[in-house]
């Protein structure tokens, strides 16, 4: 891994794979990490003969951190998003894709495979609308447009994202408050192992 200069951030970055092949370049969701994407998953691609860029987003992991000053209450902010009113924030979608980007710049690659999951299907789908000539394609996994006539989200899945574990509570607390806000997110067609669940997150939360 790498902190690469992109968009005027300092990006954690990590690559794999021939440089020379086709790249991917992965863009997480909310407040995950970029590895989120699991091992095995980013292994295949690679087999598979492309070259995989993986990034913490601003503000996640060990990229660099926005300090706009202002707190940000994200429970408010999402009510203000639900009534229809103004939400004020330090920094929009769009930023984020030029993010993705400056990413691509500083390893000098000029088109990339965009893969976004949720809020990072939400970048991709910002990076192919305004920079059509560097994607060769583009996936939205589990992801949105943000059209507010889609189905939205449980109550119990929304109250869940909001939460937050106390602010002194021990690793072991912290896991497993993930573990049930990303039971309820993944739903129970794919099932992961609490086993594999508990070693990510508290792999990221170490990290």
């Known amino acids: 891994m790498a902190q690469l200069s992109a968009n005027g951030l300092q990006l954690e970055v ?9 790249a991917v370049l992965l863009i997480m969701g909310l407040g995950m990490q970029l590895l989120a994407w699991p ?4 292994r295949t691609l690679v087999e598979a003969g492309y070259y995989l860029i993986r990034f913490d ?9 926005v300090d706009s000053g202002v707190p940000v209450n994200l429970a408010l902010a999402t009510l203000r998003y639900v009534l229809r009113l103004p939400v004020q924030a330090p920094y929009r979608i769009d930023d984020m894709a030029a993010d993705a980007i400056g990413v691509l710049d500083a390893l000098g690659i000029m088109k990339a495979h965009v893969v976004g999951a949720s809020l990072g299907g939400m970048i ?7 920079w ?6 583009l996936t939205s996994i589990m992801s949105s447009s943000g059209d507010r006539r889609l189905p939205k989200a449980s109550l119990k899945v929304t109250r869940l994202l909001l939460a937050r574990p106390p602010g002194k509570a021990s690793l072991e607390k912290r896991v497993e408050h993930f573990v049930r806000l990303f039971r309820a997110l993944g739903g129970p067609g794919f099932p992961a192992a609490d086993e594999v669940l508990r070693e990510r997150l508290t792999k990221s939360l170490q990290r």
């Open 57 to 65: 987003n601003r503000d996640i992991g060990l990229s660099s951190k």
């Open 39 to 42: 091992d095995a998953f980013c």
């Open 132 to 137: 059509p000539d560097r994607c060769l394609s």
């Open 14 to 22: 990590e690559t794999l794979g021939d440089p020379t092949h086709p």
């Open 124 to 130: 991709a789908q910002n990076v192919a609308a305004n």
